[in-house]
């Protein structure tokens, strides 16, 4: 299981073989191997991984308008705990942290 934090450094969500689950364990979406990028239960872009940890919404990606069809979820793995926070990397013009509560 991956760990992912934002730019601040906030745990905001896990990654287990290729689907994405919140830090309670809910399926929120999805990787998609080819575009290297995480799309939501809906098939939206959602973001990438940056830094090696840190899962960003890239204002300039070329997948916001595609859509990567449903593909359901695969349920919940549970809490697997609060790692805490991991440190700021700051901000860049091109990302900005994404909102999975939306």
Known sequence: ??????????????????RLYSPDGENIGRYIESAKIFVDLN?????????????????SSGYQST??????????????GNPGTI???G????YEDIRLDE
Do not use: C, D, K, P
Not at 4 to 18: D, M, P, V
Not at 46 to 59: D, K, P, Q, S
């Open 43 to 59: 098939g939206r872009y959602l973001g990438e991984v940056v830094y090696g940890n840190r899962l960003l919404h890239n204002r």
């Open 1 to 18: 299981m991956n760990r992912l934090f934002n730019s601040q450094g906030e745990h905001i969500a896990n990654e287990l073989a290729g």
């Open 67 to 80: 859509n990567f069809g449903n593909a359901g979820t695969t349920g919940t793995i549970g809490n697997a």
């Open 91 to 94: 901000t860049s013009s091109n």
């Open 87 to 89: 440190g700021s990397i």
